[in-house]
Nanobody
Framework: QVQLVESGGGPVQAGDSLRLSCAGS????????MGWFRQVLGKEREFVGS????????SYADSVKGRFTISRDNAKNTVYLQMNSLKPEDTAVYYC????????????????WGQGTQVTVSS
């Protein structure tokens, strides 16, 4: 069974930083492309960023480019989302996701999902 668990969310002030972690299970973690998504109640799940299986390449949504950084440590079965210069618009539930194959920006193509962690940014 594959399981992803996010952690690190919480309430912060605008301009602060947070690092989210996503811990995965199973011996095939290094074969998964990973993505981060976020969702506000009543809105569609939004792509944040993705990282290749090896961690060598990343991509980001324009809204977070230059502020957020994705990394992974396959030895620890963990992917990270470093969030700097947080804005109130970043408030959402953040989800990590994994898929076998190439990374994509489409939530529907990811097979494995965590339950999410709440990030609330106050002005």
């Amino acid at each position: 069974q594959v399981q992803l668990v996010e952690s690190g969310g919480g309430p912060v002030q605008a301009g602060d930083s947070l690092r989210l972690s996503c811990a995965g299970s199973g011996p095939t973690f290094s074969n998964w492309a990973m993505g981060w998504f976020r969702q506000v109640l009543g809105k569609e799940r939004e792509f944040v960023g993705s990282i290749s299986r090896s961690g060598g390449t990343t991509s980001y949504a324009d809204s977070v480019k230059g502020r957020f950084t994705i990394s992974r440590d396959n030895a620890k079965n963990t992917v990270y989302l470093q969030m700097n210069s947080l804005k109130p618009e970043d408030t959402a539930v953040y989800y990590c996701a994994g898929r076998l194959g190439l990374r994509t920006t489409m939530a529907g193509t990811y097979q494995y999902w965590g339950q999410g962690t709440q990030v609330t940014v106050s002005s």
